[in-house]
């Protein structure tokens, strides 16, 4: 089982930047595929895909809609993910969730466990 908390959201302009980092306890971090998804106001029922990381961090994926712009990364010995927005847009405002799956990374929702979320603001 793993506990994972996000942080580092707030209000930020258009074209600014923001690291999102998700801390996370509990046993075996390393055997973890890890994601991250957004939640749009007005979208409560839908929890979009941002980007994923595969145990090592040999191998991530993007949405096409942050492709070029988001970098997803994470530190083993440190039990902790990452998310490095750049060139953010206002449509990328959203609640930002973390996600943890055992096993193989996969570009849906199918995560296991999730932290509460962190807000980010992306005024125009």
């Known amino acids: 089982q793993v506990q994972l908390v996000e942080s580092g959201g707030g209000l930020v302009q258009a074209g600014g930047s923001l690291r999102l980092p998700c801390t996370a306890s509990?046993?075996?971090?390393?055997?973890?595929?890890m994601g991250w998804f957004r939640q749009a106001p007005g979208k409560e029922r839908e929890r979009e895909f941002v980007?994923?990381?595969?145990?090592?961090?040999?191998?991530?994926y993007y949405a096409d809609s942050v492709k070029g712009r988001f970098t997803i990364s994470r530190d083993n010995a440190k039990t902790a993910l990452y998310l490095q927005m750049n060139s953010l847009k206002p449509e990328d405002t959203a609640v930002y969730y973390c996600?943890?799956?055992?096993?193989?990374?996969?570009?849906?929702?199918?995560?296991?466990?999730w932290g509460q979320g962190t807000q980010v603001t992306v005024s125009s």
């Open positions: 980007a994923a990381i595969n145990w090592s961090g040999s191998s991530t």
């Open positions: 996600a943890a799956r055992w096993g193989v990374v996969v570009i849906n929702s199918e995560y296991k466990y």
């Open positions: 509990g046993r075996s971090f390393n055997h973890y595929a």
